[in-house]
Structure formats: C-alpha cells, structure tokens
C-alpha cells in the first residue's frame, strides 16, 4: 500500500479523472466502492442481519399464533 509518496497517476492525472468520472454519474470505480454502494443500497444503510432478524421475528410470531390456535388442523 502507497505511504503518500510518489504517484505517477497522480502525476498524469488519471486519479483526478477517474475521481470525476465517479462524482458525475454516482458509480464509484473500485471494486470495494461498489460492493458498498450495493450494500448500502440492499440495507438501506443497516447491518443485513438485523434487518433479516426484524423480518424473521414477525413471521415466526404469526405462525405460533397459527399453530396455537389449531389453524393447521
């Protein structure tokens, strides 16, 4: 990994472009960036295992409730 030293795409100007490219149409250009613009997206900004807990919980009181009341019978 780079200290801050010397960079030549720096010096040619690639990262300033790329950094353009990426402000103008949203879409970050690094494979990590969009892994977490897609995630961000999917959660909606939460942890993925709340949000499916929040689900889960919900579900699995509606079939106790089936089940006590002899719904399945």
């Given at each position: 990994?780079?200290?801050?030293?010397?960079s030549w795409k720096?010096?040619?100007?690639?990262?300033?472009?790329?950094?353009?490219?990426?402000?103008?149409?949203?879409i970050?250009?690094?494979?990590?960036?969009?892994?977490?613009?897609?995630?961000k997206a999917?959660?909606?900004?939460?942890?993925?295992?709340?949000i499916?807990i929040?689900?889960?919980?919900?579900l699995?009181?509606?079939?106790?409730?089936f089940?006590?009341?002899?719904?399945g019978?």
């Amino acid at each position: 990994m780079n200290k801050g030293g010397f960079s030549w795409k720096r010096l040619v100007g690639i990262t300033r472009v790329k950094s353009s490219i990426s402000r103008s149409t949203g879409i970050p250009l690094t494979k990590s960036g969009r892994q977490r613009k897609i995630g961000k997206a999917i959660t909606g900004g939460g942890c993925l295992v709340m949000i499916m807990i929040g689900g889960l919980v919900p579900l699995l009181i509606t079939i106790g409730i089936f089940m006590l009341s002899g719904f399945g019978e």
